[in-house]
């Protein structure tokens, strides 16, 4: 297992009329962060806010390459990114629990944040196909190149962690500086990781370990 401090590349916020960050996603142009009563598109080349779509985002948010995906309270809802219609919803199995969401091999990956769980569920019907557990409290949760990563948040400690998708093993891990909380999780598709933090109103781009 290998440890690295976490490089905070950038940091955006924190945003108007934005109390908490709770789940962020990644479409390729815009970076999605989920605010209580709104889900907002960041550009992160200007970090400007280009739009909010006026949906309830309590927890994970992610993107399958055509829609949005974004947790509210116990459920799960399929949303149109162009006009934040809800399109479908099914239940989320942490029944209000559930932190992070992300889309990967035709699934969702959703984080259990007390129950210390991922699990990988149909997203058409919200059955429970598999479940990982986890050595520490889950928020965020992500794929990049087959690797399956995971925010942590306790107390002032935070970190994010490469895990085995079969053990839940820990692989690698990128400490965040105390006080600097993960909510939320997504990667870019290359070096970097969007985090959401949490009451600090702002996301913050962290490097990717080599």
């Known amino acids: ?83 934040g219609r809800v399109l479908s919803t099914i239940p989320a199995p942490g029944e209000g629990s559930d932190s992070g969401l992300t889309w990967a091999e035709g699934s969702l990956w959703v984080g259990n944040y007390r129950g210390r769980k991922i699990h990988r569920i149909d997203p058409e019907t919200g059955d429970i196909q598999n479940t990982i557990e986890c050595s520490r409290l889950v928020t965020g949760v992500t794929w990049i190149d087959g690797e399956l990563w995971h925010g942590t948040w306790d107390g002032d400690d935070s970190d994010l962690r490469h895990i085995d998708p079969k053990t839940g093993a820990v692989l690698d891990t990128v400490t965040m500086p105390p006080g600097t909380g993960v909510s939320g999780l997504e990667s870019d598709g290359a070096d970097l990781f969007y985090c959401g933090g949490g009451r600090s109103g702002t996301v913050r781009a962290v490097r990717k370990p080599a």
Do not use: C
Not at 69 to 81: N, V
């Open 1 to 83: 297992m290998t440890h690295s401090q976490a490089e905070i590349v950038k940091e955006y916020g924190p945003f108007p009329d934005v109390e908490q960050v709770h789940g962020v996603t990644y479409d390729g142009t815009s970076v999605w962060f989920a605010a209580g009563d709104t889900l907002n598109a960041l550009d992160p080349k200007t970090g400007k806010t280009l739009r909010a779509l006026d949906v309830a985002a309590h927890a994970g948010t992610a993107f399958d390459g055509t829609h949005l995906f974004q947790i509210a309270e116990d459920r799960i809802q399929k949303l149109d990114p162009a006009s």
